[in-house]
């Protein structure tokens, strides 16, 4: 496979993985509750390790899993296993628009509420940076059930490259599986009212669960056509 086909599908799936909603909305609740309690650089702070947390698991799970593809499959993954991710991601793209939010005027998501209270809880209560990076890792985590294809294909993708791009690319992937995270960091750096996001947030819970099952579905249709015909 060419390189350049290999970047789109990893730019392509780094937008659908920038898409889910976990890690954005532990951080809006890290933001609501550490600003009530703390200095503003304190908050800084807590925040810079959450999205750091969360950008690591990205980081270590292509890696991870481009060592096991290697190991396994010399080097790149074979046509049924990308079959497989395909019927993965037409699945989370049914997930997304029937299920992924709960009914209601709120952005609560289709976690176990046990969970999700769980992740609340840490949120509202986390007061040191490694406390916060480990929050950030546990949020990525919790969406694996819809990432781990992401992570293969993107880890397929890696293996395929040239080796002098192998490097950036997992890092590009990886920055772009945060910017939604970077963006509200710099929002609020820059005056906006976190509360206005989540409000925000609301309105648009329609809109961003259309654009993410999409995203699932164009993916699945490119990796179809490019990488499995």
């Known amino acids: 496979m060419s390189d350049l086909l290999c970047i789109a599908t990893i730019v392509l799936a780094g937008i659908v993985q920038a898409s889910l909603q976990l890690s954005l909305g532990g951080l809006i609740l ?7 309690h703390h200095r503003r650089r304190k908050t800084r702070s807590l925040t810079r390790h959450y999205i750091l947390g969360a950008g690591v698991i990205s980081f270590l799970m292509v890696c991870a899993l481009a060592f096991m ?19 993965v991601f037409l699945a989370s793209a049914l997930v997304m628009w029937l299920f992924y939010y709960r009914r209601g005027r709120n952005t609560e998501l289709w976690l176990p509420r046990s969970f999700t209270r769980f992740i609340q809880r840490r949120a509202k209560t ?41 490097i950036i690319a997992v890092i590009g ?3 772009m599986s945060i910017i939604p995270l970077l963006v509200l960091k710099l929002r609020v750096r820059t005056g906006q009212n976190v509360v206005e996001v989540q409000k925000w947030r609301v309105r648009n819970k329609a809109f961003a669960r259309i654009i993410s099952g999409s995203g699932f579905l164009v993916l699945a249709a490119f990796v179809l056509t490019y990488w499995v015909m």
């Open 30 to 36: 890290l933001y609501h509750a550490s600003m009530g």
């Open 69 to 87: 593809i290697s190991s396994l499959f010399n080097g790149a993954l074979k046509t049924e296993y990308l079959i497989i991710c395909v019927g």
């Open 126 to 166: 986390t007061n040191d940076n490694i406390e916060s990076f480990s929050l950030g890792m546990l949020s990525s985590f919790a969406e694996m059930p819809l990432s781990i294809a992401l992570y293969f294909v993107v880890a397929n993708c890696i293996l395929n490259l040239s080796a002098q791009y192998q």
């Open 173 to 175: 992937y990886t920055i």
